[in-house]
């Protein structure tokens, strides 16, 4: 199998195959934490009440988290994953 380049939505620089819908799809799902903040200082904003700040403070938090994690573990994300999985399991080429 061919190594295809990968390409880069223009909204952000998340890295999908162009030649897989699935890819692409997830390219966009990665794009949740943010539309999900917005949404949070949004309804702060509008209806002020504590359960929905402390859901926020509660959602970054685990970003900061991630984040700090990432750091400390520093794995080196596989290459071609799908292939070596696909070739793991005895299918053909």
Same mark, same amino acid.
């Given at each position: 199998?061919?190594?295809?380049?990968?390409?880069?939505?223009?909204?952000?620089?998340?890295?999908?195959?162009?030649?897989d819908?699935?890819?692409?799809l997830?390219?966009? =799902?990665?794009? *949740?934490?943010?539309?999900? /903040?917005?949404?949070y200082?949004? @309804?702060?904003?509008?209806?002020?009440?504590? $359960?929905?700040? =402390?859901?926020? *403070?509660?959602q970054?938090? /685990?970003?900061?988290?991630?984040? @700090?994690?990432?750091?400390?573990i520093?794995? $080196?994300?596989?290459?071609?994953?799908?292939?070596?999985?696909?070739?793991?399991?005895?299918?053909?080429?």
């Amino acid at each position: 199998m061919e190594d295809t380049p990968l390409a880069s939505l223009s909204l952000t620089h998340v890295h999908y195959n162009p030649s897989d819908n699935l890819s692409y799809l997830c390219a966009w =799902l990665a794009l *949740v934490p943010q539309a999900l /903040c917005v949404v949070y200082v949004t @309804l702060i904003w509008s209806s002020r009440e504590i $359960e929905i700040l =402390l859901m926020f *403070v509660g959602q970054m938090g /685990c970003e900061a988290l991630n984040f @700090l994690l990432k750091r400390a573990i520093k794995e $080196e994300r596989p290459k071609h994953s799908c292939q070596r999985e696909a070739d793991s399991h005895g299918s053909q080429k």
